[in-house]
């Protein structure tokens, strides 16, 4: 099979737009397609502790609990205040959804801080490996929903995202027509602050070091 | 017989996926372990039952390539029953070799395995030639992996001495303490990594936003704080930011990633036989990129060119983001 980019703009778009009881409805859907198609999953999933969680894509209006173990796995929308959960996953949706397909490592998400992780972590590794297991293609869970008409859904998903991917890259020229392109510049000023704190920790260690010399010497 | 290009690619995978995904990209061989105390990763929702072992190895030798279980803890006091059945079921799978650390299990595999490669983990920390020639003589061991604490030239001078196959570490965690015999995360968790497989173990991990810093913590103590957009690191008690006379410093270890792609030619003149890269608890996308990228070195190393070619950036995988020769050309001893 052809190696396909998950359409994320597209995904984000309609997660932005759609009204909550479509998302909830949609995220059941969803599951029962994976389940059909990934029983090793669920029945892994199954075996972990009661764990409920919490993932918050940092860049959308909502937030999901994610429960598995004991009983079948589950997705649904948090409607007001924090559920009571075990940990809470945050981070872009983009990220999340790369995680759950396994194209990303996880590790190096966290290390750069792309995710985060608050509560219980053995929960979130659990989760983690056990996804990892599996050869997951949200796209094609997605299209699958659609019957019949999934191969024409899939071209005209992956269609649209391709000219979402042009406006967007165009707009992004626009508005920063001074910065170079490719530059984040952010990230950068993230990175210049890890890297002084770095140095500042090398130079603790050195201070260190030359007082007990000192203190040899003497 | 296998054909080895340059030096043998040991790859590490924590899944049936991970395994062909190692395997699909280039993997001379695998290392795994079994879903239990048994193996140094012993992470919740990782690791292997004895099917997908078999299954594994099925997948590995229909390609030429082997797959070696790391049974590399120590077994607990008057609990040596999981340990001798990971040792049979490894064999009745077809592994190609197992990795032990223990001197009572390197005995049994002997004795009731003895066609079944024994390769010393790097758990026995066996760095002179006396202990690698004490295990070879004693234990028939065919390979050690040496500790991480060696520069290359010791390397090439324990080499030279020793009678056994050598595998070194080339991409992963840097460890500073003597290998197996480390007590930190034991001594703050009560679970020992030596015999319950896990350093920092997940249960005890935890993290907890405050302001604009992170912290991470392993069990009630704190062992790091991330300024926002600071890269993180594990939170593991021989990389935990200590305060001193005022200052926060890494006084073991700083939470870097070992790389050691740019001295691959120095490893082979030294007479390195393997390279380990680090990893069964990482993600299968991880295992994808770095055996990619060092089969790529090591190919373009066999056909002639002088220097390790550039290859796709590791940098983002190394822990903490930053990346280290580590001991391979240290300036301490």
Known sequence: MDEVTFPIIIARGMLAALPRPVIGRGAAALMRSMRRHHPDLFRNLAALPPTRLQVEPTDLPHRFLLS??????????????????????????????????????????????????????SAVVALRNTLDREEISLLDEAMALLGPLRGIGRRSVLRWEGRAERLRDRIIAMRAPDAPEGRDLAAECGSLRAEIETLKSRLAKQE??????????A | MRDIAYLEL???????AALRTAIDAGADTVYCGFRDCTNARNYPGLNFDAKELREGVAYAHARGRWVIVAINTFPRAGDVGPWHRAIDTAAAC?????????IGLLDYAMRKHPNLRRHLSVQAAASNPLSIDFYRETFGISRVVLPRVLAVDEVASLISRMKVEAEVFAFGSVGTMVEGRCTLSSYITGRSPSSDGVCAPAEFVHYREDGAFMESCLGDVVMNRYA?????????????RLVTND???????????????????????????????????????????????????????????????????????????????????????
């Open chain 1, 208 to 217: 260190i070091l030359a007082r007990r010399k000192q203190g040899v010497a």
């Open chain 2, 247 to 333: 200052n926060a410093s890494y006084l073991f270890e700083e939470p870097v990633g070992l790389n050691a792609v740019s001295i691959l030619p120095q490893l082979k003149a030294a007479g390195v036989t393997a390279l380990k890269i680090e990893g069964r608890q990482r993600s299968r996308a991880y295992v994808g990129q770095v055996v990619t990228a060092f089969r790529t070195v090591l190919d373009g190393l066999a056909r002639g060119e002088s220097k390790p070619q550039a290859v796709a950036d590791l940098h983002a995988m190394a822990e903490g983001g930053k990346e280290t020769l580590s001991a391979y050309k240290k300036g301490w001893k």
């Open chain 2, 94 to 102: 077809g592994a190609d070799a197992v990795i032990l650390a223990d």
């Open chain 2, 228 to 240: 926002r957009n600071e890269n993180a690191a594990y939170p593991t008690p021989c990389k935990c």
């Open chain 1, 68 to 121: 598995f173990g004991e009983k079948p796995a589950s997705l649904t929308l948090v409607r007001g205040d924090a559920p009571a959960c075990h940990a809470t996953l945050k981070g872009s949706v983009d990220s999340l959804l790369a995680l759950l397909e396994g194209r990303i490592d996880s590790d190096a998400l966290f290390f750069t801080r792309a995710i985060t992780i608050v509560g219980d972590t």
């Open chain 2, 10 to 16: 040991v790859c590490p995978a924590g899944t049936p």
